[in-house]
T-cell receptor, first 109, second 118 residues
Framework: GQNIDQPTEMTATEGAIVQINCTYQ??????LFWYQQHAGEAPTFLSYNVLDGLEEKGRFSSFLSRSKGYSYLLLKELQMKDSASYLC??????????WGAGTKLIIKP | DTAVSQTPKYLVTQMGNDKSIKCEQNLGHDTMYWYKQDSKKFLKIMFSYNNKELIINETVPNRFSPKSPDKAHLNLHINSLELGDSAVYFCASSQDLSDLAGAQETQYFGPGTRLLVL
């Protein structure tokens, strides 16, 4: 089967750094996405990785290791507005997005 | 300008009724999707559709049917609503997957429709 695993919930402190991990097993691979979803709102696109390595975009970075079936999302200089769920999704060989259940990130002052 | 819009935002209805949710995108995308997000926040694909192919998640009951009058619209019709249908339904769109790959597959979501079946 195909599955995406990520922690259910994480807590971090404002101003700190947090890493959200995602491991996947899919039929083929055509890229990995990270989405952010605030409570009561729609998911919004954060990042895309298809090659191994780190992609940096402001305070957010995303890393991919295809051989390990592993990715992480790194959030620096955490702000209260970063409190949200972070969804990992993998595009498989049919370009279907397989979604993780999301990681709820709680930021404390 | 809203890229992907859905109506209604909230829908409260009785068990057994038939209802429709509308979705429109002005991004010029060729592929549209319907997702169901339940109380556990798990995002589940229901359908993906472009002018060439309808892909149905086989676990979706046939009470659910997508209807596309044109490539900018994908409506979701639900027959004989059940209590378990209560959830948030998201519409999304992306570029045609057969033409482009990689970051072009990025899906853009509508604001969601909160369906409550009583």
């Amino acid at each position: 089967g195909q599955n995406i695993d990520q922690p259910t919930e994480m807590t971090a402190t404002e101003g700190a750094i947090v890493q959200i991990n995602c491991t996947y097993q899919t039929s083929g691979f055509n890229g990995l996405f990270w989405y952010q979803q605030h409570a009561g709102e729609a998911p919004t696109f954060l990042s895309y990785n298809v090659l191994d390595g780190l992609e940096e975009k402001g305070r957010f970075s995303s890393f991919l290791s295809r051989s390990k079936g592993y990715s992480y999302l790194l959030l620096k200089e955490l702000q209260m507005k970063d409190s949200a769920s972070y969804l990992c999704a993998v595009s498989n060989s049919n370009y279907q997005l397989i979604w993780g259940a999301g990681t709820k990130l709680i930021i404390k002052p | 300008d809203t890229a992907v819009s859905q109506t209604p935002k909230y829908l409260v209805t009785q068990m057994g009724n038939d209802k429709s949710i509308k979705c429109e995108q002005n991004l010029g995308h060729d592929t549209m999707y319907w997702y169901k997000q339940d109380s556990k926040k798990f995002l589940k694909i229901m359908f993906s559709y472009n002018n060439k192919e309808l892909i149905i998640n086989e676990t979706v009951p046939n009470r659910f049917s997508p209807k596309s009058p044109d490539k900018a619209h994908l409506n979701l019709h639900i027959n004989s609503l059940e209590l378990g249908d209560s959830a948030v339904y998201f519409c999304a769109s992306s570029q045609d997957l057969s033409d482009l790959a990689g970051a072009q597959e990025t899906q853009y979501f509508g604001p969601g429709t909160r369906l409550l079946v009583l």
